[in-house]
């Protein structure tokens, strides 16, 4: 080998190994100067997707949380019991939007998560509860906090796992602050329906809950914006669901872990009640979720925040328009949705998931946490 060969080949050795680093890092390691707000409704789902965001985005990198959706008063309640569990104490809470089930849409579809109203039972004292019923409901506490988030931080990425009321109404004011937003990451969207034998998509639940914020939000494609529809989720996952058939290692790592972890005691007890007020609600659907009752979830908030710690989760995505119709509207199915392929909009829809990603990285995520509270304990 001559002389100048062999310094060469170092050269690229070392290069390609930089690069090699480089790649593997970018799959599950996030930069330390990011920042990162979470807007929820704490369903089950959510009470799963805030334990990886725990495990897996550093909380001196979360700028805060907030609620919203209904009687938001005592999810930020219920929401910092959560937190608090996770060690996520020093996080800032906040209060968004919210209104009693007749300020919504009245869409069939929704209505049986609309009208759930034994949210913390179990979980907050019977005391709590009846204060936090006569709570205001909605607050403009996280619409200030956004705003000045906005105004003093560059490069902030927004996790929507809830309607984007309060966000949107932050830059409706102040269009400006726009430009401070690096990336907004939604869970939203539609199902796929025939009417009249052709294919209509209708909205689903973030979207029906406050569908005008929903197609404002969906207008600003000159945004950075990461969507998880409804539609791809029941096409990846059975159902539409996790559950011990479909996601046995996650299911029995939460079983296993339990007994060690309060948060998850409490994610069998929230997901019970919401399980069994379903059935009581859509008999139909009884035969489907009584042999998963109170172990099951929705993949489709914890995907959200799998897809920000590990880029493999996404296998294919795809740039769009989308534009939701707010005239036409089906009253038992949703607003009609129009998703256009336009290579120069900054909104990118999600089309494939890698499901074995998707749940190696919760089932870790899991076992993190648990590693970090037994450490925590023992200090």
């Not at 996080?91 to 209505?111: F, T």
């Not at 009884?286 to 710690?309: H, M, N, R, S, W």
Request: charged share 20%.
């Amino acid at each position: 080998m001559s002389k100048i060969f062999k310094p060469l080949l170092l050269t690229m050795l070392v290069v390609l190994a930089i690069v090699a680093i480089i790649a593997i890092a970018s799959k599950s390691i996030l930069r330390k100067t990011e920042k990162f707000i979470v807007i929820t409704d704490l369903e089950p789902d959510d009470r799963i997707a805030l334990h990886v965001l725990a495990a897996r985005i550093p909380k001196d990198q979360i700028l805060f949380v907030g609620t919203t959706v209904k009687n938001a008063a005592r999810k930020k309640e219920l929401t910092r019991k959560l937190l608090d569990q996770l060690q996520l104490q020093d996080v800032p809470l906040y209060q968004g939007s919210g209104g009693s089930a007749a300020s919504y849409h009245d869409i069939a579809s929704s209505r049986a998560a609309r009208q759930y109203s034994q949210e913390g039972e179990n979980l907050l004292s019977v005391e709590k509860l009846n204060e936090l019923e006569h709570a205001d409901y909605s607050s403009t506490e996280l619409q200030n906090h956004l705003k000045n988030a906005l105004e003093e931080n560059h490069d902030v990425q927004i996790i929507l796992l809830a309607p984007p009321t309060d966000l949107v109404a932050v830059l409706a004011e102040t269009p400006s602050l726009k430009k401070n937003i690096k990336h907004i990451y939604i869970m939203g969207g539609w199902v796929e329906l025939q009417e009249h034998e052709q294919t209509v998509l209708r909205t689903t639940y973030n979207w029906n809950m406050d569908p005008v914020a929903s197609a404002q939000l969906m207008k600003m494609n000159d945004m950075p914006m990461t969507l998880y529809s409804s539609h791809t989720i029941k096409e990846s996952f059975s159902g539409g669901s996790c559950n011990i058939d479909n996601a046995t290692a996650v299911i029995n790592c939460m079983n296993e872990l339990q007994s060690q972890m309060p948060s998850l005691k409490d994610q069998t007890i929230a997901a019970l009640s919401w399980d069994e007020h379903i059935m009581a609600q859509i008999p139909a659907l009884k035969e489907v979720i009584e042999p998963y009752k109170g172990k099951q979830f929705t993949p489709a908030d914890p995907l959200v925040i799998i897809g920000i710690i590990n880029n493999d989760l996404i296998a294919s995505e795809q740039a769009v328009d989308v534009k939701i119709d707010l005239t036409d509207l089906d009253a038992s199915k949703g607003f009609r949705v129009y998703v256009t392929p336009n290579w120069a909009s900054k909104i990118r829809l999600v089309q494939e998931i890698n499901v074995d990603v998707f749940k190696k990285q919760l089932v870790e995520s899991l076992h993190m946490l648990n590693t970090a509270r037994g450490a925590s304990r023992n200090r």
